[in-house]
């Protein structure tokens, strides 16, 4: 499975973005984007399972909504009321097999997309 992460850019603070996750095949398990800002290590904004049962970061409950288009097969993150510090590269990644809880793990996910910068100027 590849994925295509696209959608990132530059934005002033309370402003949105929506990125997108396209994956060259179906993926029947959880999707999920990571961000990694300089200096920090990489976390979990978001993830959705095939059933669309979703599981976000605390920090941006509220304000980014995860969605999915099987027939598409690709993710969205919709990122509204950005900070400053949502800046950062944002990365898909994909499971192979399905699971019931929500991987939190980076190494639970089998397929990474290439990084997509997000930066929130104040």
């Known amino acids: 499975v590849q994925l295509q992460a696209s959608g990132g850019g530059l934005v002033q603070a309370g402003g949105s973005l929506r990125l997108s996750c396209a994956a060259s095949t179906s993926v029947l398990s959880w999707t999920a984007w990571y961000r990694q800002a300089p200096g920090k290590q990489r976390e979990l904004v978001a993830a959705?399972?095939?059933?669309?049962?979703?599981n976000y970061a605390d920090s941006v409950k509220g304000r980014f909504t995860i969605s999915r288009d099987n027939a598409k097969n690709t993710v969205y993150l919709q990122m509204n009321s950005l900070k400053p510090e949502d800046t950062a590269v944002y990365y898909c990644?994909?499971?192979?097999?399905?699971?019931?809880?929500?991987?939190?793990?980076?190494?639970?996910?089998?397929?990474w997309g290439q990084g997509t910068q997000v930066t929130v100027s104040s």
């Open positions: 990644a994909a499971r192979r097999a399905t699971m019931f809880r929500c991987p939190t793990n980076d190494f639970q996910y089998d397929y």
């Open positions: 959705i399972n095939s059933d669309r049962s979703t």
